[in-house]
C-alpha cells in the first residue's frame, strides 16, 4: 500500500513539473543589447577561425548568447535588414537556440527573435543528448553548453524565385555560419559547422517544422 502511495505521489510530482514547463511556452525573454565594437579586428578573427569540437565544462553567459545570435541573424536596419545578406530580403531562415549550460538562462530550445532581440522559449528540456543522436552521435554536440540550429523555410524563397531559392537559401545559411564562427572567435569561443544528421530525426527532437540545414556546437575552447 506504501508503495503504491509513493507512486502515485510520484506520477502527481511529475504531471506538475511539465504542466510547469508547458506554462513556460511562448515565454519571451530580452536579451542584453549587443555589441558593435571588439578587440579583435575582422581580419584576425579570419585568420584563427578554425573547426572547434572540444569544449571546456564551463557555462557560457547572456551576453556570449546574445552576440552570437545578433551576428547570425540579428536585425540591423529600420526596415529588416539582417547582419547576413538575403536573395530578395526575404529572410527564409529562423535560427534555434539549444541550452544546456548558460547563466542566467534555464536549458531548453528557444526561437530567435532578430525583429526585437528577444528569445522565446519552445521546450523546457535539454535536448542536447537527442540532438547528438540525431546527428549520427557526434559527442561535441551534447559536450557543447550550446547548439545554434539555422533552421530554413524553402518556400519562402521558392515562391519568389522558383527552383534558384533552394540555391539562394543554402547560401544565406552559409552566410550566417561564418558569421556565428567569426563572432566565436571574437568572444574566444569555440565553434564547428555540422550539417550530418538525420533531418527528420532533428526536427522532431527540437519540435519544429522548418528544415534544420546547420547545427553548431559553441563554448569555451579547451586550448
Known amino acids: 500500500m506504501r508503495k503504491n502511495k509513493l507512486i502515485l505521489l510520484l506520477v502527481i510530482l511529475s504531471s506538475l513539473l511539465i504542466a ?3 506554462k513556460l511556452k511562448g515565454v519571451r525573454m530580452k536579451l542584453p543589447a549587443p555589441r558593435l ?3 579583435m579586428s575582422l581580419e584576425e578573427a579570419l585568420s584563427i577561425r578554425r573547426s572547434v569540437r572540444q569544449y571546456k565544462k564551463e557555462p557560457l553567459t547572456l551576453n556570449d548568447v546574445s552576440q552570437l545570435l545578433w551576428a547570425a541573424q540579428g536585425q540591423t536596419t529600420g526596415w529588416g535588414g ?4 538575403s536573395a530578395g530580403a526575404i529572410y527564409p531562415l529562423t535560427v534555434y537556440l539549444v541550452v544546456g549550460e548558460v547563466i542566467d538562462l534555464t536549458p531548453g530550445v528557444y526561437r530567435y527573435l532578430s525583429n526585437t532581440h528577444e528569445l522565446e522559449k519552445i521546450s523546457s528540456k535539454d535536448v542536447r543528448k537527442e540532438l547528438a543522436e540525431a546527428a549520427w552521435n557526434q559527442e561535441y554536440i551534447q559536450n557543447a553548453p550550446i547548439n545554434i540550429v539555422v533552421a530554413a523555410n524553402y518556400d519562402k524563397m521558392i515562391k519568389r524565385y522558383g527552383k534558384r531559392g533552394v540555391r539562394y537559401v543554402d547560401n544565406e545559411v552559409g552566410h550566417v ?3 556565428v564562427q567569426l563572432q566565436g572567435e571574437a568572444l574566444g569561443l569555440g565553434s564547428v559547422i555540422i550539417g550530418a544528421f538525420e533531418d527528420s530525426a532533428a526536427r522532431s527532437v527540437l519540435g519544429i517544422k522548418e528544415e534544420v540545414v546547420y547545427i553548431i556546437p559553441v563554448g569555451k575552447k579547451v586550448q
Open 20 to 22: 510547469q514547463a508547458d
Open 37 to 39: 565594437k571588439s578587440e
Open 82 to 85: 539582417k547582419t547576413a545578406p
Open 177 to 179: 555560419g561564418q558569421n
